[in-house]
């Protein structure tokens, strides 16, 4: 059962504009919502974090929105640099349990 | 500060044969979760242990899989007669206490031929 999705398995944007990665969810008792970056060979780095009780969280070039009655969240990085081209995995958790659910990740490619 | 630590990266084995994962937890993180990434796929959850305990193994396969963390020394993943579908990219992650953030290993890809 698929309870995070991230639909598009790619997406390529132009160095300096805007990366926008989407994620939808299912289980509505998820509140906490992450996204780890991995590059090739190494394992997912933490980026950033949005708890429910919040719909933005913003950290320099990276900002995560929230909607949770639509149940989906995206990330926004502006402006893109050819050094975030890597693996974006969004994933989400309810309190209380331990079992942190991943999508299946996008591909971003920026391109200078 | 190390970072956590994995090995081996690489380990390929012939079906039937026995698969020993490694992880060592950043230092001072006492909760370690071992995570299965299969091709074209996300992570999925297998199991958190703390020191000595199993907490959660609800994402590990019923047989053949086993986890434990002891007192002293790495966590290990093990996985007994392997087949061709075990193959995958095995991560650890650590955690100081039962939190949200989560520090990920570079990973142990095993090959099973």
């Known amino acids: 059962d698929q309870q995070v999705k991230q639909n598009s398995p790619s997406l390529s944007v132009q160095e300096g504009r805007i990366s926008i990665l989407n994620c939808d969810y299912t289980n509505s008792m998820f509140d906490y919502f992450l996204w780890y970056k991995k590059y090739p060979a190494e394992g997912p780095t933490f980026l950033i974090s949005?708890?429910?009780?919040?719909d933005k969280n913003e950290d320099g070039r990276f900002t995560v929105f929230l909607n949770k009655s639509a149940k989906h969240l995206s990330l926004h990085i502006v402006p893109s640099q050819p050094g975030d081209s890597a693996v974006y995995f969004c994933a989400a958790r309810e309190t209380n349990n331990n079992d942190m659910r991943f999508g299946a990740g996008t591909r971003l490619t920026v391109k200078p | 500060n190390a970072g956590v630590m994995q090995n081996p990266r690489h380990l390929v084995r012939r079906r039937g044969q026995e698969a020993r994962l490694r992880c060592s937890p950043m230092k001072g993180h006492s909760h370690v979760y071992w995570y299965r990434q299969l091709p074209e796929e996300g992570l999925k959850f297998m199991v958190y242990?703390?020191?000595?305990?199993?907490?959660?193994e609800s994402g590990m396969p019923k047989e053949r899989f086993s986890a434990e963390f002891p007192k002293e020394g790495p966590s290990i993943l093990r996985i007994q007669q392997v087949v061709r579908g075990d193959s995958a990219a095995y991560f650890c992650?650590?955690?100081?206490?039962?939190?949200?953030?989560?520090?990920f290993g570079p990973g142990t890809r095993l090959t099973v031929t």
């Open positions: 949005i708890s429910s009780i919040k």
């Open positions: 242990l703390q020191k000595e305990n199993i907490i959660d």
């Open positions: 992650a650590s955690s100081p206490q039962r939190s949200y953030e989560q520090y």
